[in-house]
Antibody, heavy 115, light 110 residues
Framework: EVQLVESGGGLVQPGGSLRLSCAASGFTFSSYWMSWVRQAPGKGLEWVANIKQDGSEKYYVDSVKGRFTISRDNAKNSLYLQMNSLRAEDTAVYYC????????WGKGTTVTVSS | QSVLTQPPSVSEAPRQRVTISCSGSSSNIGNNAVNWYQQLPGKAPKLLIYYDDLLPSGVSDRFSGSKSGTSASLAISGLQSEDEADYYCAAWDDSLNGYVFGTGTKVTVL
């Protein structure tokens, strides 16, 4: 069964940092682009970043450029999102998702930025 | 602010047909594949349509997608109560170098 499981969310103060992880199973992780997508409370979906199979290409939404870094470890079938200089507007459920079609989603992990 | 525009809500009676529009531009829908997602209340999104009009395995054929120029549409026929959800279109945007989602449409079955 194809599965994505996020972890690492929590409560953090403005200006703080958090590292999200996504464990993939049931498919050949190294063959797929991978993405992070977020959803603020009561709002729509927002793509955050994606990364090519070998990590050689990465793209980010403008609002997180310079603050967030996407990375992957194909040997560990894992995707990561390092989030620095967090702001209140980064509060959201963060989903890990597979492929350029974003065809498989995890259940999400909640990040709350508040003092 | 999303670059793909959808109606905020649509509603229809059971067994009827609804259509959700998604309006974009030449840098996204006009030049790239459109995907559609269904998000049931409190759940993660699920891929409903990919590459404009293809159904993933396991998705009911009551759902169908189409695209013309810089607009796309999702149709749901034989509407059922279980179809009550939020629906999002999405596509890669060549100008933004990012994947953009639509504003989302809430479907209500009357």
């Amino acid at each position: 069964e194809v599965q994505l499981v996020e972890s690492g969310g929590g409560l953090v103060q403005p200006g703080g940092s958090l590292r999200l992880s996504c464990a993939a199973s049931g498919f050949t992780f190294s063959s797929y682009w991978m993405s992070w997508v977020r959803q603020a409370p009561g709002k729509g979906l927002e793509w955050v970043a994606n990364i090519k199979q070998d990590g050689s290409e990465k793209y980010y939404v403008d609002s997180v450029k310079g603050r967030f870094t996407i990375s992957r470890d194909n040997a560990k079938n894992s995707l990561y999102l390092q989030m620095n200089s967090l702001r209140a507007e980064d509060t959201a459920v963060y989903y890990c998702a597979r492929g350029s079609e974003v065809d498989v989603w995890g259940k999400g992990t909640t990040v709350t930025v508040s003092s | 602010q999303s670059v793909l525009t959808q109606p905020p809500s649509v509603s229809e009676a059971p067994r009827q047909r609804v259509t959700i529009s998604c309006s974009g531009s030449s840098s996204n829908i006009g030049n790239n594949a459109v995907n559609w997602y269904q998000q049931l209340p409190g759940k993660a999104p699920k891929l409903l349509i990919y590459y404009d009009d293809l159904l993933p395995s396991g998705v009911s054929d009551r759902f169908s997608g189409s695209k013309s120029g810089t607009s796309a549409s999702l149709a749901i026929s034989g509407l059922q109560s279980e179809d009550e959800a939020d629906y999002y279109c999405a596509a890669w945007d060549d100008s933004l170098n990012g994947y953009v989602f639509g504003t989302g449409t809430k479907v209500t079955v009357l």
